[in-house]
């Protein structure tokens, strides 16, 4: 058995005590006001699903290999110790097919949400129970918690689709899609005698919007979706990515940045992260008016720009500089035929859809204070400068604009359903919004209350 299927094969295990508990709640749960059932399926965002690696390595000549995990991610292990390099993946080929195969064999798989809380206080039992302000802290930065509880009160069916964020995100469209979801239909309707499919949404925070977005285009009419909605979804990436190429993560990169040469070497060994960059500029330009006419939330130039001559800098199309300099690090494992792999994505995500009516794009806006009436705070990095990968800091930020702190307002929706359909795009204007925690705020719970609970 190839490597790439056995991994699926285990990745379906891990998720069938979740559709267990899938089933154990529909069987309790009355529906909605009306009596009708409505599954929603949650796609975390990117770094915002769990993940666990197994203990010792997959054995191809194993016929009945039985494989136990631990938490891989996130763990304190992962802030302090540099076990983030861990999660690297080795790009090999299987019958004349790319494979991504991960450090060592050992499978890492992806579970539910990120659980902060659990993530922070290792220990169970607890020898030191945390003082309840402490405990509060922690349940109110676990990203989804809130939403999940909203889910639930108001009579919907939900499923957390952890997904493996370091991989191809087509990849992980096609595993829900060809994999996951007959199984799980299959299951359920065993056990509950009703097609969860019937009536399901899809909802996806930050870059699992990305993978949603995928779905709507990519998945057949057997069982049609209600909704397809996205919520801080980089649509024409965001400003952290670039960064991390050069610098790393200022959140795994250890004391002192101890780790950050293998945290940049791992960046590069994970085919999601090529994905997550500003737009190409082919996709600026044939859209450059449409942008402007965005006017509460333009974008007013192509934001990749070089260092020296303010031209455009495409992340997707590196051209060497004058004396043959590069954009990209060397010798850190960063792979061009990757970067070709996501352009031919995101500028798949960003095509028109043949119909608008089951897409809806959440997007945040932080306010201030000001006369006679509130404002954008415009604190969300939007644009950089881009020198050359020999430079001590070839990416610098240079504008703040509009956005939910991390997501520019102008990058969170998809510019083909503002042209057409402008009023499924739902921009919260609030002075808490945080991008992290937006699917646990009330603004956005509001805004989902008008689409989902009906």
Not at 365 to 382: C, E, I, S, Y
């Amino acid at each position: 058995m190839s490597y790439a299927k056995a991994r699926d094969d285990e990745q379906m295990k891990v998720l069938g005590p979740a559709i267990d508990r899938f089933i154990e709640r529909y069987n309790k749960n009355p529906g909605l006001a009306n009596g009708k059932r409505r599954t929603v399926f949650l796609f975390p965002g990117g770094m915002a699903s769990r993940l666990i690696r197994a203990t010792t390595p997959y054995d191809p000549a194993a016929t009945d290999q039985s494989l136990k995990y631990e938490t891989i991610f996130p763990t304190l292990e992962c802030f302090l110790n540099g076990t983030a390099r861990d999660m690297a993946l080795t790009r090999k080929a299987e019958n004349g097919i790319d494979c991504y195969e991960d450090t060592g064999q050992r499978f890492v798989l992806a579970c539910d949400a990120v659980d902060l809380e659990g993530a922070l206080i290792p220990f169970d039992p607890v020898p030191f129970p945390p003082s309840e302000a402490i405990e509060h802290f922690l349940k109110s930065i676990s990203p989804y918690a809130d939403f999940l509880q909203w889910c639930e009160d108001n009579g919907l069916d939900y499923f957390v689709f952890g997904w493996d964020w370091r991989r191809r995100m087509q990849e992980t469209g096609a595993f829900f899609r060809d994999t996951f979801l007959p199984e799980f239909q299959s299951r359920v309707i065993a056990k509950c005698g009703a097609d969860p499919l019937a009536d399901y949404s899809l909802v996806g925070h930050s870059a699992g919007g990305m993978v949603v977005n995928w779905l709507l285009r990519n998945i057949s009419n057997t069982n049609p979706i209600s909704h397809v909605i996205t919520v801080g979804t980089p649509f024409y990436g965001y400003v952290s990515q670039v960064h991390r190429w050069f610098e790393g993560d200022s959140y795994f990169n250890g004391p002192g940045n101890i780790y950050r040469d293998d945290i940049i070497r791992t960046v590069c060994a994970l085919p999601a992260c090529y994905a997550w960059q500003f737009l190409n500029e082919q996709t600026y330009l044939d859209h450059e008016s449409d942008f402007l006419a965005d006017t509460e939330f333009q974008l007013l130039v192509y934001p990749s720009r070089d260092k020296v001559t303010w031209g455009i800098a495409d992340p997707y199309n590196p051209q060497p500089g004058p004396s043959g300099e590069g954009r990209y690090p060397g010798s850190v494992g960063f792979e061009s035929s990757e970067l070709e792999d996501a352009e031919r994505l995101v500028v798949d995500l960003a095509q028109p859809l043949v119909s608008y009516d089951k897409f809806f794009n959440v997007r945040g806006v932080q306010l201030k204070w000001d006369l006679p009436k509130p404002r954008p705070a415009n604190r969300t990095k939007g644009a950089v400068l881009w020198g050359w990968a020999g430079e001590p800091q070839p990416i610098v930020d240079v504008v703040s604009v509009p956005g939910d702190g991390t997501q520019p307002a102008y990058s969170a929706r998809l510019l083909e359903l503002w042209l057409h359909k402008r009023d499924h795009v739902i921009t919260l204007r609030d002075y808490g919004i945080d991008h992290m925690l937006m699917m646990n705020q009330k603004p956005t719970r509001d805004a989902l209350a008008g689409l989902l609970p009906k």
